[in-house]
């Protein structure tokens, strides 16, 4: 990978993300990469996504060292029974560690919500804006429906709830919102982003 952004910046690029969701896993291959990618500073600046997650000091210093300027932060809630529900394998306590670290790195931070999982209520989704706010962040994306995709738990209960009908292919994209969000989530949600300021994308 740093050969391939060695040869990319000989042509007078400087900018380069990675897109993958798991930048620092496993931790081993993410340090040799930005032991790599620090030969290359101070032509080079990159940003990336990581997982909320098996972050250390060291890699965070690392990151920064080897000019990682933004870091995307896909925490998706700050509730933990919404995060049990995803099947996510993190806690917020492991968001906040590792967004500490890497803003004492000088590493800017973006987090995502995603808001609508079964079993989201108003005090859910105020539970996740309050630890958004509790991090230290420079925007926040926040999303409103979660994509039905075939064979999957949401799937089942989109059907059993009436959302969807158990024939749909799926090819084209559905979407789920728990009951009882609409119409006060959207409204609460456009209070929030004269709040977090996460630009005019922001949703």
Known sequence: MADAVRRVASHGFNQFFFVDNTFNVPEPYALELCREL??????????????PQRMSEELASAMAAAGCTEVSLGFESGCPRILRTMNKRFLPDDVRRTAQLLAANGVRLFGFL??????????????????????????????????????????????????????????????????????????????????????????
């Open 114 to 203: 995603l808001f609508g999982m079964p079993g989201e209520t108003p005090e859910s989704v105020e539970e996740s804006l309050r630890f958004a706010h509790a991090l230290p962040l420079h925007g926040l994306r926040t999303t409103v429906g979660i994509r039905i995709y075939p064979g999957t738990a949401l799937a089942a209960t989109a059907v059993a709830e009436g959302v969807i009908a158990s024939e749909e292919a799926l090819l084209e994209p559905r979407f789920y919102l728990a009951p009882g969000l609409e119409p006060w989530i959207h409204a609460r949600l456009q209070e929030e982003e004269c709040v977090l300021g996460g630009g005019p994308g922001t949703r």
């Open 38 to 51: 620090s030969r290359l500073r101070p032509n080079v600046n990159w940003r990336c996504i990581i997982y």
